[in-house]
């Protein structure tokens, strides 16, 4: 059974108070640091050799809870520890805590002030002698020729003579003028008059219909998607990373963004990651299976009894109408595309609000139970799925030879 999966698989069957005590034990081992794989030992008393010798400390740890657990290094670690709770919880109680001694002796040491103290210096003060300036008497102007008298100035007078009335040849001008300007203006004007004057013939005016526009014809942009082929499919940051965004299961559909590097880049309803080429089919065949058949299938093979409801009403509610229909869940966890609600016998994955898929836990269910349904959509060594035109239906088999099934609306 995949890492992933066994992580759900025990969050399905422990309680809250359980994972915080055991994360308070971790957090508290691992200090300011260590390896994983020491770590490990000091709890359990066993070693497993596949753990990282990278050291990480207690604030990683916090951290990485709080993250949403995506960084892969801490997963098998995590859930290693979280199978043996018991023998790890038990071990912890056992060990006598005693209160660390503090031997440190402070020593005072004297503090020695140093008087300083400060010369003073003599002001000294500089005056400015201040220039005495020369004043001269200036000299009176003399201009160089001499101003003549006012008898003299009384020659070169102009006599001023009354102004001559002018002549009144302007008014014969002007009317020359007008009379030209009329003139003209009728030689120029005439046609235009006798154009007025003729009698006018209607032209008659034909309506054409005007022809209807043709409608524009809309092209909707053509979305391409990809279906996981395998289960527990890993969804990178970035093509060839390490860091995981989201686990997959098989049968889930992205949306294509962009292909690089052996791996295409999908659309995770608000982010986005990277998955290899090799793990996804652009190719999904559909099946004549009806809707009514594959409900008939799941009330009939599958304990229902934990949800009191008919299945179709759960997915049309948000989490605070499935609190008020089933109670509260003893449990939650989110990743970076789901919420996730763990009832006794199952959980529900809520997206954007809403529920979109009934997980149950624990059936036993064989693929051979799903052999009425006909001709599976996808089938590999661990899983299998079915489609309706509403819902999906797919098996997941574990290496411990539990099952688990899911129901989700397409």
Avoid: C
Wanted: aromatic content about 8%; glycine content about 6%.
């Amino acid at each position: 059974m995949h890492v992933s999966e066994r992580l759900l698989q025990l969050y399905a069957d422990t309680n809250a108070t359980t994972r915080t005590k055991l994360q308070d034990v971790i957090k508290q081992n691992l200090g300011d640091g260590k390896s994983l794989s020491m770590s490990f030992e000091e709890l359990t008393g066993t070693t497993l050799e596949s753990l990282p010798t990278e050291e990480k400390s207690g604030a990683d740890f916090a951290a990485w809870i709080k993250d949403g657990k995506k960084d892969a290094t801490f997963l098998p670690y995590y859930v290693s520890l979280l199978e043996m709770h018991e023998d790890v919880l038990n071990k912890e109680a056992t060990v006598p805590q005693s209160a660390p001694i503090d031997k440190t002796t402070v020593k005072k040491t004297p503090i020695v002030e140093k008087a300083s103290g400060s010369a003073s210096e003599p002001t000294v003060v500089e005056t400015q002698k201040t220039e005495e300036r020369a004043t001269a008497a200036k000299p009176r102007y003399t201009p160089e020729i001499p101003v003549p008298s006012r008898a003299e100035r009384a020659k070169y007078q102009r006599t001023i003579e009354p102004a001559r009335p002018r002549r009144k040849s302007g008014k014969w001008i002007g009317v020359l003028f007008l009379l030209a300007l009329l003139i003209g203006g009728g030689y120029i004007g005439y046609p235009y008059v006798m154009d007025l004057l003729e009698p006018k013939q209607e032209a008659k005016v034909v309506e054409e219909t005007p022809k209807p526009d043709p409608e524009p014809v809309v092209q909707e942009p053509e979305t391409n998607y990809v279906w996981l082929a395998s289960k527990n499919v890993n969804l990178v940051s970035e093509p060839n990373g390490t860091t995981v965004t989201y686990i997959g299961d098989i049968g889930d559909r992205y949306e294509i963004l962009k292909e690089q590097d052996e791996h295409v880049e999908v659309n995770l309803d608000g982010t986005t990651a990277w998955v290899p080429l090799d793990s996804v089919t652009t190719e999904w065949p559909t099946r004549d299976l009806t809707d009514s058949a594959l409900l008939d299938w799941v009330n009939t093979n599958l304990n229902n009894d934990w949800l009191g409801e008919a299945i179709p009403d759960f997915f049309a509610m948000n989490e605070a109408a499935l609190t008020e229909t089933i109670g509260a869940p003893y449990g939650r966890e989110t990743d970076a595309l789901n919420d996730y609600a763990f009832y006794n016998g199952g959980f529900f994955v809520i997206q954007q609000d809403k529920v979109h898929a009934i997980d149950w836990t624990n059936t036993q269910t064989t693929r051979e139970a799903f052999s009425p349904l006909g001709e599976p959509v996808l089938e590999t060594d661990d899983a299998v799925v079915y489609e309706s035109e509403t819902y999906s239906l797919r098996l997941f088999e574990g290496t411990n030879g539990q099952t688990r099934v899911r129901l989700t609306e397409k």
